[in-house]
């Protein structure tokens, strides 16, 4: 693969699918909060859950994200799929795991503030009445993907 003179690769350009070189500027942007992804991105979403990911199942949002379980902010990452909600920790919490709600059980989102004060928390409450406190950037957006994922 040659790249024009003086680009470089890890920060301008990317592979398609097609093994075709394309300006990240023109590759295809999917409504997630990195300019990209792939094939890979849905394996990671299920690993070590026992999920099937159903055929289709498409990535809808991905994002850093902290999981509040009692007084700790679990560090990790946040994948929406049109199925389920699916958070996987850092190594280095104190609790580690892999936590996942179907998209059907959920009854409704709502921004919440961390700390009082600061508005990038969203609050999921499931249909069994289990809250599930998120921070998050871009909450609104995650809202309303998660609205249109559960129909």
């Given at each position: 693969m040659t790249l024009p003179t003086g680009q470089m690769a890890p920060r301008q350009y990317l592979l398609d699918a097609g093994e075709r070189l394309l300006a990240l500027a023109d590759a295809p942007r999917c409504p997630v909060d990195t300019p990209f992804?792939?094939?890979?991105?849905?394996?990671?979403?299920?690993?070590?859950?026992?999920?099937?990911?159903?055929?289709?199942?498409?990535?809808?949002?991905?994002?850093?994200?902290?999981?509040?379980?009692?007084?700790?902010?679990v560090g990790g990452r946040l994948w929406l799929t049109g199925d389920w909600l699916v958070f996987r920790s850092h190594a280095v919490n104190v609790q580690r795991g892999v936590w996942a709600w179907p998209v059907g059980e959920i009854a409704s989102t709502a921004p919440v503030n961390t700390l009082f004060i600061v508005p990038n928390g969203l609050l999921v409450i499931m249909n069994g009445g289990e809250r599930v406190r998120f921070v998050v950037t871009r909450r609104r957006a995650w809202m309303a993907d998660i609205a249109r994922a559960r129909g």
């Open positions: 992804m792939d094939g890979m991105d849905l394996a990671e979403v299920f690993r070590d859950t026992g999920i099937t990911p159903a055929p289709g199942e498409e990535l809808l949002r991905k994002g850093g994200a902290n999981l509040w379980r009692g007084k700790e902010a």
